[in-house]
């Protein structure tokens, strides 16, 4: 068995070590090369982070023919090309949804939707005290969306490539689910969705109160990520 069939074979099986080294010695060079495709940093790197999240996901189903190398090239290339192509297409269907809201329709018109993360003022009290119950009998947040579109103050940002959704129903996912970010955080130095460290790089707190925070933690490496974020100001 040769050395990428052997790479291939420990991560069907599930050997998130030898997944994170795939992931890290992979990384930088397949990013690099995005970049000659996208010319955007960012891009190229939600481009290859989606990938190694595919890869994982879907490894049961792994079946590379050719060289490992070769795979993720040609798979950085193709999703580059797509991203390419679809661009104008997916902000055209993120414009209609914008304008044309609905609630779990039966005949989606494209294949994107709210994700449920929702920033509301205070007047979203009095607009869903005025809510009445949909066909469904229920009250439905899409209609508070519809009120503040009315208003002309309703603003949608579209979630870009690299984000990932992860099943986290049953202890065998939730554990795959902690290993891929467990990757992603040691590959980056980063805390992924880290609140107190968020909220003061926002500037919802300042340093004294994040310092407080940051005081309030027990001992533990948590604890000691946010006082190296403190540190560096």
Do not use: M, T
């Given at each position: 068995m040769s050395k990428d069939n052997k790479i291939i074979e420990r991560i069907r099986k599930g050997d998130i070590g030898q997944?994170?080294?795939?992931f890290r010695s992979s990384?930088?060079?397949l990013v690099r090369y995005a970049m000659t495709i996208i010319k955007d940093h960012d891009t190229a790197e939600e481009i290859v982070q989606d990938l190694f999240?595919?890869?994982?996901q879907e490894r049961e189903k792994i079946n590379i023919e050719s060289s490992l190398n070769g795979y993720l090239f040609r798979a950085v290339h193709n999703r580059c090309?797509?991203?390419?192509?679809h661009k104008k297409v997916v902000d055209r269907h993120v414009s209609e949804m914008l304008y044309k809201p609905e609630e779990k329709p039966e005949n989606p018109r494209s294949q994107y939707a709210v994700p449920g993360l929702y920033i509301f003022n205070n007047e979203v009290v009095n607009i869903s005290k005025n809510l009445k119950p949909s066909p469904r009998g229920e009250l439905e947040i899409t209609d508070v969306n519809k009120e503040y579109l009315n208003?002309?103050?309703l603003r949608v940002e579209k979630i870009g490539r690299g984000i990932a959704w992860l099943d986290t129903g049953t202890p065998e996912a939730l554990l795959?689910?902690?290993n891929f970010f467990g990757v992603i955080e040691d590959r980056q130095g980063l805390k992924v969705a880290c609140i107190?460290?968020?909220a003061y790089h926002k500037g919802f707190i300042n340093k004294v109160q994040f310092t407080d925070l940051v005081n309030s933690?027990?001992?533990s490496l948590y604890r000691s990520y946010l006082e190296k974020i403190l540190k560096e100001g």
């Open positions: 997944f994170e080294s795939l990384y930088v060079i999240v595919k890869i994982w090309l797509h991203y390419i192509e208003r002309k103050q795959q689910a902690s107190e460290e968020i933690i027990p001992k």
